[in-house]
T-cell receptor
């Protein structure tokens, strides 16, 4: 079965420090990988994606993520956290063999708290 | 502004009273989808649509209906809502790889 795991329910980091939010996946075939962020009472906002090519992808708001095929991971990173980065982060995967359905398989989310 | 809109944002209703949650996108996307978000279960796909008049079931379609008569609109219909459909609902659209989400509709069925 295809799945996405976000092993940490919550991550706490001090403002200005680097942050990492972890994601591992299990799919058949090559994956398309995504990170989304959800602020309170808001919808999900797209941050970045890995489709093919360079394993390090850069996205919105200074975030980046590294695709590691051997470890089946796609960790989200940011060199210097801001208080405004505090939110709920979701990792998602879509398989290339999904046919017409662009369904995303979602992790359960990681709550990031950046402390001033 | 490119966006996906949903209405209503909040709805409290009673068991069995038919309701419709509207979804509209202004990006001319062919693909649209509905998800529900529940604690401990994450987001799960209810229905999706590849284009006008083309819809198909997702993972949790029971108790829901959809229609796609126009490209921009993809309403979610609950013919006879039940308490287990209390959830946060998101509509999404896509013209490529990433999906764009509406602000969500928080539905409570008593």
């Amino acid at each position: 079965a295809q799945s996405v795991a976000q092993p940490e329910d919550q991550v706490n980091v001090a403002e200005g420090n680097p942050l990492t939010v972890k994601c591992t996946y299990s799919v058949s075939g090559n994956p398309y990988l995504f990170w989304y962020v959800q602020y309170p009472n808001r919808g999900l906002q797209f941050l970045l994606k890995y489709i093919t090519g360079d394993n390090l992808v850069k996205g919105s708001y200074g975030f980046e993520a590294e695709f590691n095929k051997s470890q089946t991971s796609f960790h989200l990173k940011k060199p210097s956290a801001l208080v405004s980065d505090s939110a709920l982060y979701f990792c998602a995967v879509r398989t290339i063999n999904a046919g017409n359905n662009r369904k995303l398989i979602w992790g359960l989310g990681t709550s990031l708290a950046v402390n001033p | 502004e490119a966006q996906v809109t949903q209405n209503p944002r909040y709805l409290i209703t009673v068991t069995g009273k038919k309701l419709t949650v509207t979804c509209s996108q202004n990006m001319n996307h062919e693909y649209m989808s509905w998800y529900r978000q529940d604690p401990g279960l994450g987001l799960r796909q209810i229905y999706y649509s590849m284009n006008v008049e083309v819809t198909d079931k997702g993972d949790v379609p029971e108790g829901y209906k959809v229609s796609r008569k126009e490209k921009r609109n993809f309403p979610l219909i609950l013919e006879s809502p039940s308490p287990n459909q209390t959830s946060l609902y998101f509509c999404a659209s896509s013209g490529g790889y990433e999906q764009y989400f509406g602000p969500g509709t928080r539905l409570t069925v008593t």
